[in-house]
């Protein structure tokens, strides 16, 4: 969730008249089980009171704190938007409640309402990531680039107007299959930081990502000759050139990003793959058993390994290789 906890505050005080009514024991109830982690418990104290006390704001503060803890998002918004026209704007319980009604939305999808809320407790709370995170990702969803760009630099600390929170908020877009507004702020940053570092890999990335592979091979190349210890480069560059039939010069790409970087697993597991459909399976296996020295619970070097001792002819091992995979899965 995003909140670590529950800040408690009754906000405002109740009338006079009030004070010693069933309502103020009910709310002092409910505090304590929210203190404790009993939400439901809160839920079947307070849920009749906003009917008998509507003018009051206390009761959908403490019932939307709860939905909100139980993931009944909806529930949440009803009663914390009920409680924000009613609580004094700038108090304590004022500002949980943008606070928790920001998350809320979030969480329901609802990024155009959540973005307003979100943007008021970030402002209070410079210093909480969750919040700056959601801000951002409300922004991303809302396909507000510039916005989510920004948002996410201060996330991460770096300044806003630079290449490396273009390709961070590309890499984020991404990652959430927003594949044009990623290239779209690939190609800004390649026109304004041509020289910069993961530029031409990004936009090789959005290449291959259309079956472009000889572009994309020609990126990835051109990332290389300004950057060439990136072992991730050395890989989308042997995978393209792979998907174009050019093992040989693919095999070398690889090699190059293991001697990088001997742990990169994905590299000996596409090597092993180019050494198996040439039939060179002492060399594949030597590849694959590198790779289970590197990551011993990698399934798919394990996997492939079984498959190389069953068309090796060694059928004990490959069971038992075959098995011991299918616990890694």
Known sequence: MLLAGIILCRGEAIPQGVVTSRYARELQHAEKLLSVGDFQGVVDTLLPWPGKMPERPEADHFLGLAYYRLKDFPAAI??????????????????????????AYY?????????????KASAWQAGNSDLLYSLAMSYLFMRDAARARETFAKVFGIEADSP????????????????SDAEALVIEARQRWPESSGVALRAGVAAAARGEHAHAAALFREELGRHPREPATW????????????????????????WLDAGWVPSYILLSRIYMDAGRYDVAEDTLKQ??????????????????????????????TLAAAELLR
């Open 78 to 103: 009803r009663h914390l938007s009920a409680a924000l026209r009613k609580e004094s704007e700038g108090s304590e319980a004022w500002r949980q409640t943008v606070e928790v009604l920001g998350a």
């Open 107 to 119: 969480f329901h999808n609802q990024w155009k309402d959540a973005v307003p809320l979100l943007e």
């Open 164 to 179: 490396e929170a273009y390709l961070l908020a590309a890499d984020l877009m991404r990652k959430e299959s927003l594949e």
């Open 235 to 258: 890989h989308a560059l042997a995978e393209a050139l792979v998907a174009l039939g050019q093992t040989e010069e693919a095999s070398e790409s690889l090699k190059r990003a293991i």
């Open 291 to 320: 790779a289970l020295k590197v990551v011993p619970q990698s399934y798919e070097a394990s996997f492939l390994l079984g498959r190389l001792y069953h068309k090796t002819g060694r059928p004990g091992l490959a069971r038992e």
